[in-house]
Nanobody, 127 residues
Framework: QVQLVESGGGLVQPGESLRLSCVAS????????VGWFRQAPGKEQEGVAC????????YYSDSVKGRFSVSGDNSRNTVYLQMNSLTPDDTAVYFC????????????????????RSQGTQVTVSA
């Protein structure tokens, strides 16, 4: 069965960190482009990061650049989103998605069609 399963969300205080995991089954993540997205209540979906292991490319939106980082573990068929220095503005449902095509990551890539998507996980940053 082809699916993406995400985990790692939760409630943290401002300034703290979280790491989200995106585990793929049924297909190899290392030959796909992986995007991380978030949606906060009342706001549009935002693409925050892109990871293309085969092309060795990453992209981060301005809102998370310098605080978030993406990495992959082929042995676990997993991509991670490390989120540091979290603020209340980072509160949202986060999800990962994978595209069969391999792209050089950019803002435009995050607006493209992704073939698979995880269920989403809530990240809440609050004092």
């Amino acid at each position: 069965q082809v699916q993406l399963v995400e985990s790692g969300g939760g409630l943290v205080q401002p300034g703290e960190s979280l790491r989200l995991s995106c585990v793929a089954s049924g297909f190899p993540l290392d030959v796909h482009t992986v995007g991380w997205f978030r949606q906060a209540p009342g706001k549009e979906q935002e693409g925050v990061a892109c990871f293309s292991r085969a092309i060795i490319g990453t992209y981060y939106s301005d809102s998370v650049k310098g605080r978030f980082s993406v990495s992959g573990d082929n042995s676990r068929n997993t991509v991670y989103l490390q989120m540091n220095s979290l603020t209340p503005d980072d509160t949202a449902v986060y999800f990962c998605a994978a595209a069969r095509d391999q792209y050089y990551c950019s803002a435009a890539v995050l607006g493209r069609h992704f073939d698979y998507r995880s269920q989403g996980t809530q990240v809440t940053v609050s004092a």
